[in-house]
């Protein structure tokens, strides 16, 4: 798959994401949030607090489940930028989660899952 595809199924699959969380009262905060080389696909605002969203899009088939992707070294990353943005936007001390919304492209269907919460980090 050349990266331009590969980009193009991300993007989209980010649009389908911020819609499915706008569904269910989230606010879209940012996307595509950078500091240096670190990156947030999506913050949110909902009831409970800020929610730091990593979206895994991807064409079927594939060979792990797309939250399985998101491995340990990946949540260091998405940690450590969401300590940046909470930092550069004043918000330590509110309440955070970090979330996963996987988007599988398949022939018949496109298949939203959503894993709140996916994990606690241990320094925020």
Same mark, same amino acid.
């Given at each position: ?10 993007? @989209?699959?980010? @649009? ?30 909902? @009831? ?77």
């Amino acid at each position: 798959m050349n990266v331009l595809r590969t980009s193009k199924i991300g993007q @989209e699959g980010e @649009e389908i994401a911020c819609d499915f969380l706008r569904s269910r009262g989230h606010q879209i905060l940012e996307r595509n949030w950078r500091a240096g080389h670190l990156e947030l696909d999506i913050i949110t605002e909902a @009831e409970d607090g800020l929610h730091f969203v990593e979206v895994k899009a991807r064409t079927a088939p594939v060979t792990a489940t797309l939250a399985d992707q998101v491995n340990k070294v990946k949540q260091k990353r998405i940690c450590a930028a969401a300590l940046q943005y909470l930092n550069k936007e004043h918000l330590m001390g509110r309440e955070v989660f970090f979330d996963i919304v996987s988007v599988m492209f398949k022939p018949s269907e496109t298949v939203v899952r959503y894993f709140p919460q996916a994990w606690i980090p241990m320094y925020i």
